[in-house]
Nanobody, 128 residues
Framework: QLQLVESGGGLVQPGGSLRLSCAASGFSLDYYSIGWFRQAPGKEREGVSC????????NYADSVKGRFTISRDNAKNTMYLQMNSLKPEDTGIYYC?????????????????????WGKGTLVTVSS
């Protein structure tokens, strides 16, 4: 069974940091583009960041550039999102998603929501 499981969410004060993880089971992430998406209360899900299958290409939403860093460890079948200088507007449920091939590359470039596999999300709350 193909699964993506997010972890690392929690409550953090503005200006703080969190590191999210996304672990895959039932399949290898080696050939998949993987992305992070988030959904704030009352808002649509939006793309945050994405990384290519090789790790050589990354993409970030303008709102997180310079603060978030995406990475992957294919040997551990896991992806990470290091989030620094967190702001209250970063609050939301963070989801990881994956897709392969040309579709994965396209969705990674555009940060669109159409990836095939999704985790159930981890909640990030930025509040004092």
């Amino acid at each position: 069974q193909l699964q993506l499981v997010e972890s690392g969410g929690g409550l953090v004060q503005p200006g703080g940091s969190l590191r999210l993880s996304c672990a895959a089971s039932g399949f290898s992430l080696d050939y998949y583009s993987i992305g992070w998406f988030r959904q704030a209360p009352g808002k649509e899900r939006e793309g945050v960041s994405c990384i290519s299958s090789s790790g050589g290409n990354t993409n970030y939403a303008d709102s997180v550039k310079g603060r978030f860093t995406i990475s992957r460890d294919n040997a551990k079948n896991t992806m990470y999102l290091q989030m620094n200088s967190l702001k209250p507007e970063d609050t939301g449920i963070y989801y990881c998603a994956a897709d392969r091939g040309i579709k994965g590359v396209r969705l990674c470039h555009s940060l669109e929501k159409g990836m095939a596999y999704w985790g159930k999300g981890t909640l990030v709350t930025v509040s004092s």
